[in-house]
T-cell receptor, first 116, second 109 residues
Framework: GAGVSQSPRYKVAKRGQDVALRCDPI?????LFWYQQALGQGPEFLTY????????KSGLPSDRFFAERPEGSVSTLKIQRTQQEDSAVYLC??????????????FGPGTRLTVL | GQNIDQPTEMTATEGAIVQINCTYQ??????LFWYQQHAGEAPTFLSY??LDGLEEKGRFSSFLSRSKGYSYLLLKELQMKDSASYLC??????????WGAGTKLIIKP
């Protein structure tokens, strides 16, 4: 079956522009996570959805970042008024169960965002 | 604060064995993952440990000592395709996954 897909794979934005990044999780997966990964670093948690409910958004760096998953499947991460420090790879991951002790996460290929 | 430490880079020879260490200090512990990430690609799951001891899976093994806040990933019979970054991640008391910066493993023929 299909894995997690993300689009676009690459995005170049001018500073101040709004961007929207899409994630298609594995069908039926309950949990969906967004991460930000800077070059040479591990992923940094942004936000977590259990079905359509956003249960944890403690990692979102500012109110310019907004995520939604309205029907409990596809998710969109929106960044308003992009800044150069937003340049990173944005990873989406899904898992079949609620966030808990063991819940292997399946990652998409990421969207590489470059803000000029 | 929460902290996960791994060596930045390691070099090993094809066919040899390499051990990648990870130490962690987190608010609570609910398990530890190792992921492999090739350059420009998504992380892929390697192993999960929640109890002390060694978990073996083919050429890869992972060890955990909760009392020491320590884990290692052991890779045997190294192949060129094992060149990648290896990420250690801990599930904290809020069930959030805290990631290390990763260890870049370079395999030489």
């Amino acid at each position: 079956g299909a894995g997690v897909s993300q689009s676009p794979r690459y995005k170049v934005a001018k500073r101040g522009q709004d961007v929207a990044l899409r994630c298609d999780p594995i069908s039926g997966h309950v949990s969906l996570f967004w991460y930000q990964q800077a070059l040479g670093q591990g992923p940094e948690f942004l936000t977590y959805f259990q079905n359509e409910a956003q249960l944890d958004k403690s990692g979102l760096p500012s109110d310019r970042f907004f995520a939604e998953r309205p029907e409990g499947s596809v998710s969109t991460l929106k960044i308003q008024r992009t800044q150069q420090e937003d340049s990173a790879v944005y990873l989406c991951a899904s898992s079949p169960r609620d966030r808990g002790t063991y819940n292997e996460q399946f990652f998409g290929p990421g969207t590489r965002l470059t803000v000029l | 604060g929460q902290n996960i430490d791994q060596p930045t880079e390691m070099t090993a020879t094809e066919g040899a064995i390499v051990q990648i260490n990870c130490t962690y200090q987190t608010s609570g512990f609910n398990g530890l993952f190792w992921y492999q990430q090739h350059a420009g690609e998504a992380p892929t799951f390697l192993s999960y440990n929640v109890l002390d001891g060694l978990e073996e899976k083919g050429r890869f093994s992972s060890f955990l000592s909760r009392s020491k806040g320590y884990s290692y990933l052991l890779l045997k019979e190294l192949q060129m395709k094992d060149s990648a970054s290896y990420l250690c991640a801990v599930i904290d008391s809020n069930y959030q996954l805290i990631w290390g910066a990763g260890t870049k493993l370079i395999i030489k023929p």
